[in-house]
């Protein structure tokens, strides 16, 4: 069993950088694809990042078109976290944040329990 806990939302101008955390118990994920998803009100749920295993897939990562350039995902094995650094913010990012982790991307295993971002104009 794996357990997420996020960590880093906030509420920001627009423009501002935030960090959020992923930080998993239980057992390793360097294994697991791990990824950020965010659901805004009254809108469904939305893939954000995802970032592969480092063996065998290099930890690649994959972006939202909408997030492309301005998010980063990387991740920390030995620390067993994995971290999302959000720069140039929009209102539109407002949303709340949620990590997953997924031994086949496709199939989502476990979820945390989400963080709050809000970006004001």
């Known amino acids: 069993q794996v357990q997420l806990v996020e960590s880093g939302g906030g509420s920001v101008q627009a423009g501002a950088s935030l960090r959020l955390s992923c930080a998993a118990s239980?057992?390793?994920?360097?294994?697991?694809?791990m990824g950020w998803f965010r659901q805004a009100p009254g809108k469904e749920r939305e893939f954000v990042a995802r970032?592969?295993?480092?063996?065998?897939?290099?930890?690649?990562?994959y972006y939202a078109e909408s997030v492309k350039g301005r998010f980063t995902l990387s991740r920390d094995s030995a620390e067993n976290t994995v971290y999302l650094q959000m720069n140039s913010l929009k209102p539109e990012d407002t949303a709340v944040y949620y990590c997953?982790?997924?031994?086949?991307?496709?199939?989502?295993?476990?979820w945390g329990q989400g963080t709050q971002v809000t970006v004001s104009s």
């Open positions: 997953a982790a997924a031994e086949l991307w496709g199939h989502i295993d476990y």
């Open positions: 239980g057992r390793s994920v360097s294994r697991y694809a």
């Open positions: 970032i592969m295993p480092i063996m065998p897939s290099y930890g690649r990562t």
